[in-house]
């Protein structure tokens, strides 16, 4: 049944296979499990749409290893930037902070920006 499955995990490193067409199983699931929307969340620190935990993302480097990260996280899992200031985790989270009352929290933790967050960031990952 799910014998074409373990085709999709990916072994952690190396090249990856999205752009050269999937083999004639395709039809029973797409490479990524299918989120709320379906669409796989970019990494508040690294920007990257790859399967990987996002939650605790450390990587100093971004996604496409263009540069240096921005943000870190602290000892509790928050995201710094490089100020010091910490950052809105549900801002950077799809579905975004409502919340005016700490505007200074709400910026880009890929790039800065305080239009956009990292799922928007013209820097994270395209799907
Ligand atoms: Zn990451
Ligand atoms: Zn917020
Ligand atoms: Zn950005």
Redesign the pocket.
């Given at each position: 049944m799910n014998d074409c499955r373990g085709r999709w995990s990916e072994p952690g490193s190396g090249s990856r296979g999205r752009d050269s067409g999937y083999p004639s199983c395709t039809r029973v699931s797409p490479p990524f499990p299918a989120g709320a929307s379906g669409k796989a969340s970019a990494c508040t620190i690294c920007l990257g749409r790859h399967r990987h935990s996002i939650a605790t993302c450390a990587a100093d480097r971004f996604w496409d290893n263009s540069g240096r990260t921005r943000c870190t996280r602290n000892g509790s899992g928050q995201i710094v930037t490089p100020e010091n200031q910490i950052l809105?985790i549900?801002?950077q989270r799809p579905n975004g902070?409502r919340?005016t009352s700490?505007d200074v929290?709400?910026e880009c933790s890929g790039c800065g920006k305080k239009m956009h967050s990292a799922q928007a960031c013209p820097r994270a990952e395209k799907l």
């Open positions: 809105c549900d801002w902070c919340s700490h929290r709400h």
